[in-house]
């Protein structure tokens, strides 16, 4: 297809540009990726299977550059639910969704970019406070692109919470090396299955954690660019849960809890594993140095670590704004388990 670019210096059009062209002879404009309007995701889905731009985008693709109307769709595999997708602009003139992150089936890195992606949940968001459903759809606060994005090294499952930060969907696993830290249907980390130790933090790439207590839930989201979130977060992304309930049973994994996911698609977000939360308070121990950190220094008269949102059996207790704040960071139990977030990030 033949595209053209308008380009702006000093806000007055002096060119247009076509695919091949250069600037000011001898700077190509590969790479270019520019949206109409910035600051909003590129992508967002209308129906529970389909994905449209929401802005015009112009983008550089081995060499050609392509042009995008608003409102162009995304051309969509069979989609299973569960799974992340990546969006691909292609020389064909045409966007797709592929389930691999490197190329899409059919195409190369010469004749597809990746620019964006979204997930495929189990069930549809919460449209109250009483949870989703279990009709798999897109989550639509799943959608990012190249230029809105999580503010971390992998942006596959998460979801935006608010237009303000982002969430991962699911409960940190065991091998998240291998699955990352938001997986569907993996069993989920905690005292009694501690997770991998990462790679970054002296881990072999099997070696897991002889427990996992906090400061070991916020390693393993620092390894990833996340973090454990703050009481004012974790409220945030748990609202539209059913309140003031539990599942009842322990999960054991990152199964599909409808009555529990949130507004943004937050799945066990409450009433089914207490969430390791970055705040500390509550009461403190007696004054004096402790050796509580697995060897690696000591604590003088350390404050509580909270954790968020309830646990299978915690029934009435269990909520959006449920927090705990009896319990030494050196806890473990087979009962709290950790979600990680980060910041948005926007380029312009």
């Not at 769709?73 to 992150?101: E, H, K, N, Q, W």
């Not at 620019?115 to 189990?122: D, Q």
């Not at 069930?123 to 606060?141: E, F, H, L, W």
């Not at 881990?203 to 916020?218: K, P, V």
Request: proline share 5%; net charge negative.
């Amino acid at each position: 297809m033949t595209a053209r670019y308008p380009l702006v210096l000093n806000g007055t059009q002096i060119q247009e540009l076509q695919s091949g062209d250069s600037i000011f002879g001898d700077v190509s404009v590969y790479g270019l990726y520019k949206k109409d309007v910035p600051h909003q995701p590129l992508f967002t889905a209308p129906t529970a299977s389909s994905v449209v731009i929401q802005t015009k985008l112009y983008v550089e693709v081995g060499g050609s550059l392509l042009t995008f109307a608003s409102g162009a769709s995304v051309t969509m595999p069979t989609l299973t639910a569960g799974t992340d997708y990546a969006i691909y602009a292609c020389t064909d003139g045409t966007l797709r969704a592929d389930s691999s992150f490197s190329v899409p089936v059919g195409y190369t890195t010469l004749t597809s970019r990746k620019i964006g992606g979204f997930h495929y949940a189990p069930g549809g968001n919460a449209t109250a406070q009483a949870g989703g459903n279990t009709t798999p759809a897109i989550n639509t606060y799943s959608c990012w692109d190249l230029t809105f994005k999580p503010h971390c090294s992998d942006p596959r499952g998460m979801t935006l919470v608010a237009n303000n930060f982002w969430s991962d969907i699911y409960l940190l696993n065991i091998n998240h090396i291998t699955n990352g830290t938001s997986k569907y249907n993996v069993a989920y980390a905690r005292g009694t299955t501690p997770p991998l130790v990462p790679t970054q933090f002296g881990g072999t790439g099997s070696s897991a954690y002889a427990e996992f207590n906090w400061w070991e839930a916020a390693e393993v989201m620092a390894a990833y660019g996340k973090r454990l979130p703050r009481y004012d977060e974790f409220a945030a992304l748990a609202y539209g849960v059913t309140e003031g309930s539990s599942i009842g049973t322990d999960q054991g994994s990152t199964v599909w809890n409808a009555a529990y996911v949130s507004r943004w698609g937050a799945n066990q977000a409450s009433g089914t594993m207490w969430q390791w939360g970055a705040d500390f308070g509550g009461g403190a121990a007696a004054a004096g140095w402790t050796a509580n950190t697995i060897s690696r220094g000591q604590t003088y008269q350390l404050p509580n670590a909270v954790f968020f949102g309830g646990s299978w059996s915690d029934a009435a207790n269990a909520g959006s704004r449920s927090s705990s704040w009896n319990n030494s960071p050196t806890a473990s139990y087979a009962t709290i388990g950790a979600r990680g977030v980060c910041d948005l990030l926007i380029l312009d």
